[in-house]
């Protein structure tokens, strides 16, 4: 795993400028306006899509997600997720591909177990875990120690602790190249190298738990060159 290394993104200026438009140098734009689901798109047959006070609600007995019509391959997002009570799980996909009923690819983890994995990068409906690495599949001994370093890594105080609960979390995702960094709450928890996927939609998550809420805001992206 790459040395990590703590930095802060400066914020040259804020464009409120629709999601079919570019960012010129670097400059933020929203990717949700906080009063409809403009430039966003449900893939399944399935699913309830609500604005509430500039929130997004997702709501379902089954898991789906919502994805932007546009495409994003270098870039930074930053985006806010308030899961539910009691048994949760969600996500920021990125980079992702999307087919009916079907949406696949890199995925930031929002864990709301006592696993503690909010941070996480997972490869929905491929490869699975990424960081932290799960190589049960394999007997190889540079692989098996790789497994345990990168749980070790996440059950850190500082990490285990990066997400709240039971309130809003902030994320923020940065790919550039085959670099993909995912923080929690400005602490850095994944920062590795791979390079499957270059571009796709971004997409938020609901996990499927029937008769839960999961609610999303602030949904923004700078776009790197």
């Given at each position: 795993m790459p040395l990590k290394v703590c930095f802060s993104i400066a914020i040259l200026s804020v464009c409120l400028a629709p999601l079919g438009c570019s960012a010129v140098d670097g400059a933020w734009f929203d990717l949700f306006n906080g009063k409809d689901t403009t430039g966003w798109k449900n893939p399944f047959d399935h699913g309830q899509v609500k604005v509430v006070d500039s929130e997004i609600h997702l709501i379902s007995d089954n898991m789906f997600y919502l994805v932007t019509e546009r495409e994003f391959g270098n870039f930074i997002f930053e985006g806010e997720v308030k899961l539910p009570e009691g048994e949760a799980n969600s996500g920021f996909m990125f980079r992702c591909h999307v087919e009916p009923n079907n949406v696949f690819g890199y995925q930031a983890e929002v864990?709301?177990?006592?696993?503690?994995?909010?941070?996480?990068?997972?490869?929905?409906?491929?490869?699975?875990?990424?960081?932290?690495?799960?190589?049960g599949r394999t007997t190889e001994q540079k692989y098996l120690a790789y497994e345990k370093e990168s749980k070790a890594f996440f059950a850190k105080p500082e990490i285990a602790g990066a997400i709240k609960r039971h309130d809003w979390n902030l994320y923020r995702i940065t790919c550039q190249g085959d670099t993909i960094k995912i923080e929690v709450n400005d602490v850095l928890i994944t920062d590795i190298h791979d390079d499957l996927d270059a571009r796709g939609p971004l997409g938020i998550q609901h996990h499927g738990e029937k008769g839960k809420t999961y609610k999303f805001r602030n949904l923004r992206i700078r776009e790197l060159e």
């Amino acid at each position: 795993m790459p040395l990590k290394v703590c930095f802060s993104i400066a914020i040259l200026s804020v464009c409120l400028a629709p999601l079919g438009c570019s960012a010129v140098d670097g400059a933020w734009f929203d990717l949700f306006n906080g009063k409809d689901t403009t430039g966003w798109k449900n893939p399944f047959d399935h699913g309830q899509v609500k604005v509430v006070d500039s929130e997004i609600h997702l709501i379902s007995d089954n898991m789906f997600y919502l994805v932007t019509e546009r495409e994003f391959g270098n870039f930074i997002f930053e985006g806010e997720v308030k899961l539910p009570e009691g048994e949760a799980n969600s996500g920021f996909m990125f980079r992702c591909h999307v087919e009916p009923n079907n949406v696949f690819g890199y995925q930031a983890e929002v864990d709301g177990s006592e696993r503690r994995w909010s941070g996480g990068l997972y490869d929905e409906g491929r490869r699975q875990w990424l960081w932290p690495s799960q190589s049960g599949r394999t007997t190889e001994q540079k692989y098996l120690a790789y497994e345990k370093e990168s749980k070790a890594f996440f059950a850190k105080p500082e990490i285990a602790g990066a997400i709240k609960r039971h309130d809003w979390n902030l994320y923020r995702i940065t790919c550039q190249g085959d670099t993909i960094k995912i923080e929690v709450n400005d602490v850095l928890i994944t920062d590795i190298h791979d390079d499957l996927d270059a571009r796709g939609p971004l997409g938020i998550q609901h996990h499927g738990e029937k008769g839960k809420t999961y609610k999303f805001r602030n949904l923004r992206i700078r776009e790197l060159e």
